[in-house]
């Protein structure tokens, strides 16, 4: 569906796009993650065709360039700072983009209900986008990338500053939008939203692709051992036979198999007073291959 390869762009000495290269299949939602200023914006841009790479290409559906008007028109976005005119209804809004995409008459009206009904917003179609919550703001930006019906969307933080409803409607939006068979590029802070939502996950910073696969790969390949926290009722005489290690009343263990582990420990006869497992996850991984110090941009 879409292909990028050896893309790059620079500003003076700053390269936010260094040699990134990846596919998007047909019907995936993929994840793009990274921390602030990892270069996934100026990608998007890349791909849309909004700046143009300084090497490396784009191709849409096996040769087109994402710069062509016909292209476009195959393509949603849902930018990270909201396209939306304040004073304007949710309906005037999603009209105006569609009229952009070319549509008109009855097509325009089937489109403009629908994409109301998607977000929720049907009932405040007529009041001024300015009245609405963050989280409403958020919808009726999905909803103007969706209005013209693209087969291919990017959607860029799409749950910044969102109430928990409204974060549960867009999760709902894209998890029914997949099944439709759209294409989905999704970007986040976000840990559990990729884990959720993402059939593969590719982790940029400083412009490069560190990391890229399912996210059980991501998670096999960088994300460590599960631990376990054993709290002993009593510590047996011989400590030796144990097997991790003590913090005085509580035995950690870090293992690849924690379940196969936490069966030995009751066959060992041993008696616990309360057990923890911490599995590794999307943000374990993250950390592993971005590092833990701040970053501010």
């Known amino acids: 569906m879409i292909e990028v390869r050896d893309l790059r762009k620079s500003y003076g000495s700053l390269r936010a796009v260094d040699g990134v290269s990846f596919d998007l299949h047909p019907g995936e939602t993929f994840g793009l993650l990274g921390p602030n200023g990892a270069g996934k914006t100026t990608t998007i841009h890349l791909m849309v065709g909004v700046l143009k790479p300084d090497a490396g290409s784009v191709r849409i559906n096996g040769g087109a360039d994402p710069t062509r008007p016909d292209v476009r028109r195959q393509i949603g976005i849902a930018p990270q700072a909201q396209a939306l005119y304040a004073d304007l209804t949710g309906e005037e809004n999603l009209a105006f983009f569609a009229r952009l995409y070319g549509l008109a008459g009855a097509r325009l009206a089937e489109r403009v209900a629908w994409a109301l009904e998607f977000s929720g917003l049907a009932d405040r179609r007529k009041h001024a986008v300015r009245t ?45 939008l997949k099944k439709q068979g759209r294409t989905i590029l999704y970007t986040t802070h976000y840990m559990e939203e990729a884990q959720r939502l993402c059939d593969r996950v590719a982790i940029m910073d400083r412009g490069k692709i560190l990391a890229l696969d399912t996210v059980s790969g991501l998670l096999d390949a960088h994300g460590g051992r599960s631990v376990i926290r054993a709290d002993l009722e009593s510590v047996p005489a011989d400590t030796a036979a144990l097997p991790g290690r003590l913090e005085g009343n509580t035995l950690v263990i870090e293992t690849p198999k924690p379940l196969e582990e936490v069966a030995r420990l009751a066959e060992r006869g041993l008696k616990l007073t309360a057990l923890h497992v911490t599995r590794p996850n999307l943000e374990t991984v993250f950390l592993e291959l971005t590092g833990r110090s701040l970053r501010d941009a």
């Open 132 to 176: 609405y919550s963050g989280g409403m703001q958020r919808r009726l930006n999905l909803a103007v990338a969706l209005v013209h019906d693209p087969p291919v969307l990017f959607l860029d933080e799409p749950t910044v500053g969102v109430d928990p409803q409204s974060r549960n409607h867009i999760f709902d939006s894209i998890e029914a």
